[in-house]
């Protein structure tokens, strides 16, 4: 089970739902599962979440489950994980959308202006192929 460590300065909104259940999933699943990402906010683990990611795809919206919560000094670092592979493929494509445009930034604010299609083939170059994988 892989995570991916979501960008801060794209900001999820989370929100709990309190009477989803979650779909019982394998344990031993390989690959991309979820994101880490940190949170203001505690929740506890196993709860059910919906994310969405406005700044991205404001049409983005998935449900998942808190896999765990650790206090960390800046917040709580959790990890979100997705029940289905549909999910976790979509998940998975936002998240290397969000990773492109956290690039961007960061090049911006060392002095390089990057377009969107300069800053995915830049990004796909050096970080696609250390990318956890989609197994389903």
Not at 61 to 76: F, H, L, Q
Not at 77 to 92: D, N
Not at 100 to 114: D, N, T, V
Request: with cysteine; glycine share 4%.
């Amino acid at each position: 089970m892989e995570f991916v460590a979501h960008p801060r300065d794209l900001p999820l909104e989370i929100t709990l739902i309190e009477d989803q259940p979650f779909p019982s999933i394998c344990e031993n699943r390989d690959g991309f599962v979820g994101i880490t990402y940190l949170s203001v906010n505690p929740f506890n683990d196993g709860c059910s979440v919906e994310i969405t990611l406005e700044e991205i795809d404001p049409n983005f919206c998935v449900s998942g489950r808190i896999a765990w919560c650790n206090k960390e000094s800046e917040g709580y670092l959790i990890a979100i994980e997705f029940p289905t592979k549909e999910e976790c493929y979509c998940v998975r494509m936002i998240e290397q959308l969000s990773q492109i445009e956290h690039y961007r930034r960061q090049a911006k604010s060392q002095g390089r202006r990057l377009n969107y299609n300069e800053a995915a083939a830049e990004w796909i170059q050096k970080f696609a192929a250390s990318f956890p994988a989609f197994t389903a």
